[in-house]
């Protein structure tokens, strides 16, 4: 399980508490390097996935006026926060409205047909600057659970999108790359072989925590009831390989932060 993906998401039902998760010494890495990248300071700023508004919040410090946009309408009590319901694939604003947009840990949650739309809607409302921030070059075999329902598998914490620098630049092609940072580390690889042998052990080590569901059948997530002794082997096996593989591998950064400008 990678540390940096250990919040919960903000879905149907009571909003859960974030405070812990902000406070942790890898998420104030995350973000004291997101705001070390923002470009000084204006006038109006777009937070999309603002979920609990701790960035939200923190950017009123640098940009006067500040949009908190998620798929649920967040609540953030703050006199120059405006709190919008939306969807970053079809933003109901302006062409050029924001000074700064910033999306993060976003995108990798977006299905893979609309990914593409999401960052022209990004660059769209943009008039100056957008910072995207994303994990990097994420295995996404790692960690991924089978749903109990329809036993269909799933990326850990509903990430369909792993990025790295081309990719991202592909993606925003009418803007100029300003910045570029790569934070944190982990050496959550795997390969083929294990992942075939955590599949067929039905990925009892998933990110059963999550609060995402099943990306195919939208059913809750739980680890599996059950394990027989082959797949309780298999299992082993699997996870034996991939510790062995992490010896012989350096590690990579956990995020890539970009700074993409229009000016």
């Known amino acids: ?149 329809c036993d269909g598998k799933n990326p850990p914490w509903g990430h369909v999108n792993s990025f790295d620098e081309k990719k991202l630049r592909s993606l925003f092609p009418g803007m100029r790359v300003q910045s570029i940072d790569y934070v944190g580390w982990n050496r959550e690889r795997t390969n083929a072989f294990s992942a075939f042998l955590m599949d067929f052990a039905g990925n009892p080590f998933g990110t059963y925590n999550q609060e995402e569901g099943c990306i195919h059948c939208g059913s809750k997530l739980a680890p599996p009831e059950f394990r027989n002794p082959a797949q309780r082997l298999a299992s082993f096996i699997g996870h034996m390989v991939m510790r062995v593989q992490s010896l012989l591998f350096p590690p990579q950064p956990n995020w890539i932060h970009i700074l993409f400008s229009k000016i």
């Not at 109006?44 to 009123?60: E, K, P, W």
């Open 1 to 149: 399980m990678t540390d940096m993906e250990v919040q919960p998401s903000l879905g149907d039902g009571p909003r859960p508490d974030l405070s812990e998760y902000r406070e942790s010494a890898r998420e104030q890495e995350r973000i004291r390097n997101l705001f070390h990248l923002l470009p000084g300071k204006g006038g109006s700023a777009l937070d999309i996935g603002a979920r609990d508004g701790y960035l939200s919040l923190r950017l009123t410090e640098r940009y006067a006026s500040v949009t908190a946009l998620d798929l649920e309408k967040p609540e953030i009590n703050h006199p120059n926060v405006a709190c919008v319901q939306g969807d970053v694939v079809s933003i109901a604003s302006e062409d050029g409205n924001f000074d700064l947009v910033l999306c993060s840990e976003v995108l990798e949650h977006i299905p893979p047909a609309l990914l593409p739309k999401a960052c022209a809607e990004i660059s769209r409302v943009s008039r100056g600057h957008v910072l995207i921030g994303v994990p990097f070059n994420q295995d996404t075999r790692y960690a991924r659970t089978t749903c109990p329902d």
